[in-house]
Antibody, heavy 123, light 110 residues
Framework: QVQLVESGGGVVQPGRSLRLSCAASEFIFSNYGMHWVRQAPGKGLEWVAVIWYDGTNKYYGDSVKGRFTISRDNSKNTLYLQMNSLRAEDTAVYYC????????????????WGQGTMVSVSS | QSVLTQPPSASGTPGQRVTISCSGSNSNIGSNTVNWYQQLPGKAPKLLIYSNNQRPSGVPDRFSGSKSGTSASLAISGLQSEDEADYYCAAWDDSLNGWVFGGGTKLTVL
């Protein structure tokens, strides 16, 4: 069925790197913008990054700018989040989400979400 | 401190109408459309309202959204026990060049 499945989470030490993946199924992945959104334990949602349908434009939240990189491989129907220089405050459930717009700037909305993958940054 | 401001909690009894507010600024709500998300306990968020007042297919018409100036509101009429969840507003911010969420409102059905 139409779905997103995240993977790659785990426990990592501060300063190390981790790459998350999000596999899309049963829809034309290359037609949609894609987001990463995270939620720290017991906290609210925090938008992390967005990428245009064709990968040409990417935007990041201030807290991850310069450390995280969003990318996609439309031939593999997969979204990625490369996380470098991880900090304790990056500990969260990371959700990938599809935007109903191809280029979700100023308008759009995440209409399909994965189940999330947990990232814990701890020594 | 979230860019968009929501009350941390709201409550109502079954059948009542409740509203949840979302306050922003000219760079986000004042210039762009607002979305609302519902997050049931232990679940991923779900798009509830987009483009200020549009409901995705499958969302009951008990849920409605509105926007005026730099504020937005979510209204839930005929409150049901299954509406107990966290609700988040979101909008694009022209100054930050990215999406911003409200801090979330926990709705309790008494």
């Amino acid at each position: 069925q139409v779905q997103l499945v995240e993977s790659g989470g785990g426990v990592v030490q501060p300063g190390r790197s981790l790459r998350l993946s999000c596999a899309a199924s049963e829809f034309i992945f290359s037609n949609y913008g894609m987001h990463w959104v995270r939620q720290a334990p017991g906290k609210g949602l925090e938008w992390v990054a967005v990428i245009w349908y064709d990968g040409t434009n990417k935007y990041y939240g201030d807290s991850v700018k310069g450390r995280f990189t969003i990318s996609r491989d439309n031939s593999k129907n997969t979204l990625y989040l490369q996380m470098n220089s991880l900090r304790a405050e990056d500990t969260a459930v990371y959700y990938c989400a599809r935007d109903f717009r191809a280029a979700p700037e100023k308008a759009g909305g995440a209409d399909l979400w994965g189940q999330g993958t947990m990232v814990s940054v701890s020594s | 401190q979230s860019v968009l401001t929501q009350p941390p909690s709201a409550s109502g009894t079954p059948g009542q109408r409740v509203t949840i507010s979302c306050s922003g600024s000219n760079s986000n709500i004042g210039s762009n459309t607002v979305n609302w998300y519902q997050q049931l306990p232990g679940k991923a968020p779900k798009l509830l309202i987009y483009s200020n007042n549009q409901r995705p297919s499958g969302v009951p018409d008990r849920f409605s959204g509105s926007k005026s100036g730099t504020s937005a509101s979510l209204a839930i009429s005929g409150l049901q026990s299954e509406d107990e969840a966290d609700y988040y507003c979101a909008a694009w911010d022209d100054s930050l060049n990215g999406w911003v969420f409200g801090g979330g409102t926990k709705l309790t059905v008494l």
